[in-house]
């Protein structure tokens, strides 16, 4: 049950669109980044984006045959975990659809691999139905390392740390597993607007 | 890599300041006292929750300074420019105040003290905070551990835990405090006078082979400064933590 702080008033009330800002959220203009480690250099080279796990056929994609698929437009709010939300980010990516095309599974969860080792882990209806990308490039420019370039998944219904940065693989699986922060007690799932942050929220 | 145990749910829980000190000019240290605390481990941080008269809620999270002691936590909170928690704690909240605080969180930028070491801890600014908790603890129980300690401040007013850190690396063998000051230096200062470089890592850090216990904390452009040379330095980036913060004061 929360009581009244002595002396704290509060600022933040008007820097949000009505129904914009999840609980516990504030809104930022800056990019702040968040990594557990060293961000890792990948070069165009050598990046490969590969589907694994339970498909009928695993895929691998390079970054020309990569760049060669459809991809689209794609304007959406964005929350951390850490407390602060940024709303109308700009991206380009390409669906988790257009990949899955002509893939058959049964999986029901998808692990996201990173360059670097991260891990997280997601129901795979989140990540499909136009729900989820791998972006490439932000507000009109290529991804930067810190934020996650060459590419990341974007996932931006669930708290951020879902939208693993330096994506490597997502592996499709019939089981449930936690990634890295979800081993860590943070949440399993990580919907924002239930502030499901940490486990038991 | 060795697993958190799975924490049970993080309740919120009542803390309420009973000792505080002023670190530097912008940075405050407040001593809390929240019973049902569960203790925590060197690197870990709260969540804070302030509640004003109407019912509008801010939260922010801060590293904590101490290892765990009871149902007493101390947080060392820098003045953000712009900020709306950060001006509360340091300047606003008194002895007696409370607010609601839950916690610990985060399980991969901590120090186990069995870890061993040795130690390299690299802090900019207030990024000292969880660093700090690393050494109270070492202090405390594993004086063997070799530490190392590289931070970065504008200036001699700026240096959070001065004269503890001080006497820590008077009287403690296995620790070596090294400062380095990037916009103003006091008469006779012998520390490093720039922003932490390669060159300076390399002469501060340990060789690659000691397989140090790597922390660094501070703001973004810092921590990708200081990751982005040990590793070039040959460290393997798995065995660098970091732990970034800011810039977050915007509108």
């Known amino acids: 049950m929360s009581f009244i702080t002595r002396g704290f ?59 060669a698929l459809p991809s689209e437009e794609v304007t959406a709010d964005i929350h951390c975990v850490t407390k602060w939300s940024k709303f109308d980010t700009t991206w380009r990516g390409v669906s988790v659809d257009t990949l899955l095309k002509g893939i058959h599974t ?9 360059y670097g080792g991260y891990t997280t882990n997601l129901p795979l209806e ?16 290529p991804l930067e390392p810190a934020h996650g370039g060459p590419a990341r998944l974007l996932v931006p219904h669930l708290y951020f740390w879902k939208s693993a940065k ?31 942050r940490y486990s038991g929220d | ?22 670190e530097t000019p912008r940075v405050r240290s407040l001593v809390l006292d929240c019973p049902g605390w569960p203790g925590h481990l060197p690197g870990q941080h709260v969540d804070i929750r302030l509640t004003a ?42 002895i007696g105040d409370r607010f609601e605080l839950r916690g610990p969180i985060g399980g991969y930028f901590v120090w186990r003290p069995d870890d061993g070491g040795p130690l390299l801890l690299i802090a900019g600014g207030s990024g000292i905070a969880p660093l700090m908790a690393m050494l109270r603890a070492r202090r ?38 090294v400062q380095t000051l990037t916009r103003s230096q006091p008469e006779g200062w012998t520390g490093y006078s720039r922003r932490v470089d390669r060159e300076m890592l390399a002469e501060v850090a340990w060789p690659e082979a000691e397989h140090a216990h790597t922390y660094v904390c501070g703001p973004t452009e810092f921590v990708e400064a200081v990751a ?24």
């Not at chain 1, 968040?34 to 691998?60: C, H, Y």
């Not at chain 1, 049964?106 to 990173?114: L, R």
């Not at chain 2, 040379?229 to 460290?235: D, H, P």
């Open chain 1, 9 to 67: 008033q509060g600022r933040g009330r008007a820097d949000a669109p009505a129904g914009r800002l999840p609980p516990g959220q504030y809104a930022t203009r800056d990019f702040p980044v968040l990594s557990a480690g060293p961000t890792p250099r990948i070069s165009e080279g050598e990046w490969r984006l590969a589907l694994t796990g339970d498909v009928d056929r695993p895929v691998e994609w390079t970054w020309d045959e990569f760049l």
């Open chain 1, 106 to 114: 049964g999986a029901s969860y998808v692990m996201a691999h990173s």
């Open chain 1, 126 to 141: 989140d990540v499909t139905g136009g729900k989820a990308w791998i972006a490439y490039r932000f507000a009109g420019e």
């Open chain 1, 166 to 196: 330096w994506i490597r693989s997502l592996e499709l699986r019939d089981t449930d597993e936690p990634g890295f922060w979800e081993g860590y007690g943070y949440h399993n799932y990580g919907d924002p607007w239930r502030e499901q």
């Open chain 2, 1 to 22: 890599m060795a697993r958190a145990t799975v924490l049970g749910r993080l309740n919120w829980l009542s803390a309420e300041v009973v000792a505080d000190r002023r």
């Open chain 2, 53 to 94: 008269e109407d019912g509008y809620q801010a939260q922010r999270s801060y590293s904590i300074a101490t290892p765990a002691d009871g149902t007493r936590v101390t947080l060392t909170v820098e003045h953000v420019p712009d900020g709306e928690v950060s001006p509360y704690l340091v300047d606003e909240a008194v």
């Open chain 2, 140 to 177: 405390r129980l594993h004086e063997g551990v070799r530490a190392r300690l590289l931070m970065s401040a504008r200036s001699s007013d700026d240096l959070i835990y001065a004269a503890e850190l001080n006497e820590l690396a008077a009287t403690d063998p296995g620790v070596e405090v």
């Open chain 2, 228 to 251: 982005n040379s040990l590793v070039a330095l040959g460290y393997d980036p798995r065995s660098i933590r970091t732990e970034r913060f800011g810039p977050s004061g915007g509108s």
